[in-house]
């Protein structure tokens, strides 16, 4: 799953990067071509302002009035210098020079390195315009000529450096540089300096890729939202998965405890969909085995009391009357013999383990009954506060407390057999010592009866022999008074929960009328 998002990620950010680099390439070009436009132009502008000084210059009367006396009286050559270095300042041109018609220089003058004549073609024009190379530099060259009444006296060059034209500009970085001999400088753009001109006479253009550096920040940007993206939407289907998935895992979880026989585990899971009809079966199946696991206990507890029966008939029969006889004849032997302590100690002995035998044989045979409770409408509250009563009134010394709400908590419930199981809990909590609380109260359409005692609690392996007859963990007892209240219970509809503790509590619940 990861491996596929990282995948789909990486196409989705290659495919932008290339629609978005194809776009500001498409930009780049269309500023670059505008670049070329412009500075050829200005090439061509800067040619035909040098024009038009010339022709303006050519009918300077000061200028030809220097050339001609000059030529005429082979004199005033200082004064034709100073015009020339007048007009070269002037105009902040390179170079200003007059040359004769047969090509010998009269004066020049300038700020710059003087330049020779240029060659242009004889076509009869008076003005000529040229950009031409000098050594490692480009001059723009404006050449007119002198006439007077009608001769040609001289011919005017006006020349001024390409690099006075173009510098570099600082805010945006762009460059216009003279051509070299050699190739282009890396990043730079050779053109002619004249448009449709001699390509020997160009101008190198640097433009500052400043579409590559927005293109390099935007991929930047583009990675960074990607990675966020992939890394939230990888968090994201894991909060998916792990939300579609969770009733799966609590499926799984309550499978093993089933499978330990902790039978009744119910997955929260969603409705609607594949997954909720799985976790409504699971529950469905769950619940079933829960109650075919009660029916199953309860099976298994029926049959217990039919063999405890059919034991405890056979045992009656064949003990109770051995017993009966022998406890008559102690006591005849004890009231005869009343002179002998010692005789009286052994009697009292033997009639009390004789009590103790017809009593658990007694117990046996009404566990082994079949309990038939006659089920009323009986207020719990007051029956509960007139055990309690009793039992106080019984023992001086227990500790017994009795809670319950102020309403009555009215259930079905035979009397005679609740008070029954009264008296057992109580007598087993009695047995541990300590205080007692009795609690009535009511939970959805149920009535609850509890008993907490100050006894240590069972232990693991007790909790799962509770309710077998003859399970006891107190001394003395029979095994046989849980086991007596858990049938009553349920032949109420009932049943019987226990929190192991410490402090033991026992909660009897009965349906309520």
């Given at each position: 799953?990861?491996?596929?998002?990282?995948?789909?990620t990486?196409?989705?950010?290659?495919?932008?990067?290339?629609?978005?680099?194809?776009?500001?390439?498409?930009?780049?070009?269309?500023r670059?071509?505008?670049?070329?436009?412009?500075s050829?132009?200005?090439?061509?502008?800067?040619?035909?302002?040098?024009?038009?000084?010339?022709?303006?210059?050519?009918?300077?009367?000061?200028?030809?009035?220097?050339?001609?006396?000059?030529?005429?009286?082979?004199?005033?050559?200082?004064?034709?210098?100073?015009?020339?270095?007048?007009?070269?300042?002037?105009?902040?041109?390179?170079?200003?020079s007059?040359?004769?018609?047969?090509?010998?220089?009269?004066?020049?003058?300038?700020?710059?390195?003087?330049?020779?004549?240029?060659?242009?073609?004889d076509?009869?024009?008076?003005?000529?315009?040229?950009?031409?190379?000098?050594?490692?530099?480009?001059?723009?060259?404006?050449m007119?000529?002198?006439?007077?009444?009608?001769?040609?006296?001289?011919?005017?060059?006006?020349?001024?450096?390409?690099?006075?034209?173009?510098?570099?500009?600082?805010?945006?970085?762009?460059?216009?540089?003279?051509?070299?001999?050699?190739?282009?400088?890396a990043?730079a753009?050779?053109?002619?300096?004249?448009?449709g001109?001699?390509?020997?006479?160009?101008?190198d253009?640097?433009?500052?890729?400043?579409?590559?550096?927005?293109?390099?920040?935007?991929?930047?940007?583009?990675?960074?939202?990607?990675?966020?993206f992939?890394?939230?939407?990888?968090?994201?289907?894991?909060?998916l998965?792990?939300?579609?998935?969770?009733?799966?895992?609590?499926?799984?979880?309550a499978?093993?405890a089933?499978?330990?026989?902790?039978f009744?585990?119910?997955?929260?899971g969603?409705?609607?969909?594949?997954?909720?009809?799985?976790?409504?079966?699971?529950?469905?199946?769950?619940?079933?085995?829960?109650?075919?696991?009660?029916?199953?206990?309860?099976?298994?507890?029926?049959?217990?009391?039919?063999a405890?029966?059919?034991?405890?008939?056979?045992?009656?029969?064949?003990?109770?009357?051995?017993?009966?006889?022998?406890?008559?004849?102690?006591?005849?032997?004890?009231?005869?013999?009343?002179?002998?302590p010692?005789?009286?100690?052994?009697?009292k002995?033997i009639?009390?383990?004789?009590?103790?035998?017809?009593?658990?044989?007694?117990?046996l045979?009404?566990?082994?009954?079949?309990?038939r409770?006659?089920?009323q409408?009986?207020?719990?509250?007051?029956?509960c506060?007139?055990?309690?009563?009793?039992?106080?009134?019984?023992?001086?010394?227990?500790?017994?407390?009795?809670?319950?709400?102020?309403?009555?908590?009215?259930?079905?419930?035979?009397?005679?057999?609740?008070e029954?199981v009264?008296?057992?809990?109580?007598?087993?909590?009695?047995?541990?010592?300590?205080?007692?609380?009795?609690?009535?109260?009511?939970?959805?359409?149920?009535?609850?009866?509890?008993v907490?005692?100050?006894?240590?609690?069972?232990?693991?392996?007790?909790?799962?022999?509770?309710?077998?007859?003859?399970?006891?963990?107190?001394?003395?007892?029979?095994?046989?008074?849980?086991?007596?209240?858990?049938?009553?219970?349920?032949?109420?509809?009932?049943?019987?929960?226990?929190?192991?503790?410490?402090?033991?509590?026992?909660?009897?619940?009965l349906?309520?009328?």
């Amino acid at each position: 799953m990861v491996g596929f998002i990282g995948l789909t990620t990486a196409i989705l950010f290659f495919s932008v990067d290339h629609f978005v680099k194809s776009r500001f390439t498409i930009v780049h070009d269309v500023r670059q071509e505008r670049l070329i436009h412009l500075s050829q132009r200005a090439v061509s502008e800067q040619l035909a302002q040098m024009g038009g000084i010339a022709s303006l210059l050519v009918n300077d009367t000061e200028l030809v009035d220097s050339v001609r006396s000059h030529l005429l009286l082979k004199a005033g050559a200082e004064r034709a210098k100073a015009e020339v270095d007048r007009i070269a300042a002037a105009f902040r041109l390179g170079s200003v020079s007059l040359w004769t018609p047969a090509g010998r220089p009269i004066a020049a003058g300038g700020i710059g390195p003087q330049t020779a004549m240029a060659s242009f073609p004889d076509d009869g024009k008076s003005l000529h315009t040229a950009a031409i190379r000098r050594g490692d530099n480009i001059w723009l060259i404006a050449m007119a000529t002198l006439r007077a009444h009608g001769q040609t006296l001289a011919r005017l060059q006006l020349a001024k450096p390409l690099t006075t034209l173009f510098r570099p500009a600082s805010s945006t970085g762009i460059l216009v540089g003279i051509a070299g001999r050699g190739p282009p400088p890396a990043g730079a753009i050779r053109v002619p300096a004249i448009a449709g001109g001699d390509p020997n006479v160009a101008i190198d253009i640097v433009l500052p890729d400043e579409v590559g550096l927005a293109l390099a920040d935007v991929k930047r940007v583009l990675a960074l939202v990607m990675a966020a993206f992939g890394v939230l939407l990888v968090a994201a289907i894991a909060l998916l998965l792990r939300r579609l998935l969770r009733p799966v895992f609590e499926v799984i979880d309550a499978t093993l405890a089933i499978g330990r026989g902790e039978f009744g585990h119910i997955v929260s899971g969603t409705s609607g969909n594949e997954m909720g009809q799985l976790v409504a079966a699971f529950n469905k199946m769950s619940d079933d085995l829960k109650r075919l696991r009660k029916l199953e206990r309860e099976a298994q507890h029926r049959e217990q009391l039919s063999a405890i029966g059919r034991v405890a008939a056979r045992v009656a029969h064949d003990l109770n009357n051995p017993l009966t006889v022998i406890s008559n004849v102690a006591r005849l032997v004890a009231a005869r013999q009343d002179n002998d302590p010692q005789l009286n100690a052994d009697m009292k002995l033997i009639l009390h383990h004789c009590d103790r035998s017809i009593a658990t044989i007694q117990a046996l045979l009404t566990y082994g009954r079949p309990v038939r409770p006659t089920p009323q409408a009986v207020d719990i509250v007051a029956l509960c506060d007139e055990i309690t009563r009793r039992w106080k009134s019984r023992y001086a010394d227990i500790a017994l407390r009795f809670s319950a709400p102020n309403t009555p908590v009215v259930a079905l419930a035979d009397p005679y057999r609740f008070e029954q199981v009264m008296d057992n809990l109580l007598d087993n909590a009695h047995g541990f010592g300590g205080a007692i609380e009795v609690r009535v109260g009511r939970e959805d359409d149920m009535a609850l009866v509890s008993v907490t005692d100050s006894g240590p609690g069972f232990s693991a392996e007790a909790q799962t022999h509770l309710f077998e007859p003859f399970f006891t963990t107190r001394k003395g007892g029979t095994g046989l008074g849980l086991a007596s209240c858990l049938a009553i219970v349920r032949a109420h509809g009932g049943d019987i929960d226990v929190d192991a503790g410490p402090p033991t509590r026992i909660t009897v619940r009965l349906p309520l009328a």
